[in-house]
């Protein structure tokens, strides 16, 4: 097996991956959590280090941010999508014939281990003894996982109707008597698990798919180095390839390097108009990355105004 048999589906569910943890890194909860952990209430141990939950919540009044937060979070947990944790571990990361498992054997054993780690997280019992009695009944959980999928699809996101009693019961008249006490010890151990959840998965990123996505663009801009010379057509699309992740991955500075080099090699092909395009491509990325307003000397806009017909009712 070789970078070649990477095909895009591959190279599309890494790319998604990385721009759905773009995403939390851009959430108020993330940023919040990150930069907050100093005044501590409570203690836990998660399954990679310890975390500390902060005395002070982020003011999110109606869970706007939390909402959002857990949405895309999920969206690793869950089965349905090619970027998830078990589909690429089934798929790609499998030390049996897994294609990254064979290219990346060290990453590929990081991202097992963690993906292990967070398996057991989620299957274990809660570290704190949360018991809810209402009419008679008294309400709990059996894992970590039971307790965040109730909380998310209870109500949060989605109002499961085998869930929603047991939500409501922890989730509802939160500031009368003893809940007053009881919910901000429910609500920090909540935090607590999507925090653990967090933590595992950008370390995923960060240490798994990040540095894979990053060879796989050094190999299309090798090979088209390589090629540029002998098969200036290979050596186009090897390029094309780069720049579409360096797109995704907002790598600006390639995005600026390979546009300059298909700007060469469209006037090699004889296509003028797309040389210009990959020139001025480059140009706007670059006054981007300065700061600078965009420079709409060179475009034409034409409209034309027409004035409005009335219908026959009007």
Do not use: C, W
Request: glycine content about 2%.
């Amino acid at each position: 097996m070789s970078f070649s048999d990477i095909d895009k589906e591959l190279v599309d569910s890494l790319l998604i991956f990385f721009r759905r943890i773009e995403e939390l890194r851009k959430t108020r909860f993330y940023s919040y959590y990150k930069k907050n952990v100093s005044e501590v209430s409570i203690q836990f141990e998660g399954p990679t280090k310890q975390l500390e939950i902060t005395e002070n919540e982020l003011d999110d009044e109606n869970d706007e941010f939390l909402r959002s937060f857990v949405a895309i979070l999920r969206l690793f947990l869950l089965d349905i999508d090619n970027f998830s944790l078990r589909y690429l571990a089934e798929n790609y990361f499998n030390p049996d014939q897994g294609l990254l498992f064979q290219l990346f054997p060290n990453e590929s054993n990081v991202f097992n281990n963690l993906r292990s780690a967070l398996k057991d997280f989620l299957n274990s019992k809660p570290q704190l003894d949360l018991i809810r009695g209402f009419r008679d009944k008294d309400y709990s959980f059996e894992s970590n996982l039971e307790m965040l999928y109730n909380f998310a699809y209870g109500g949060l996101i989605h109002s499961n109707i085998d869930k929603l009693e047991k939500y409501f019961v922890f989730n509802l008249h939160v500031n009368e008597g003893k809940n007053a006490i009881f919910y901000p010890t429910y609500r920090n151990y909540i935090i607590f698990i999507l925090l653990n959840i967090l933590n595992i998965i950008d370390q995923i990123s960060t240490n798994v798919i990040e540095k894979i996505i990053s060879e796989v663009l050094n190999y299309h801009i090798n090979k088209g180095n390589e090629l540029y010379h002998t098969e200036t057509t290979k050596a186009n699309t090897h390029y094309n390839s780069a720049l579409y992740i360096a797109n995704l991955t907002e790598d600006y500075e390639n995005r600026i390097l390979i546009h300059q080099v298909l700007e060469e090699i469209s006037y090699i092909l004889n296509d003028e108009s797309l040389a210009k395009a990959h020139k001025n491509k480059a140009i706007e990325i670059e006054r981007a990355m300065k700061g600078l307003p965009p420079d709409f000397s060179d475009y034409n806009f034409s409209f034309d105004l027409r004035p409005h017909k009335k219908r026959e009712n009007e």
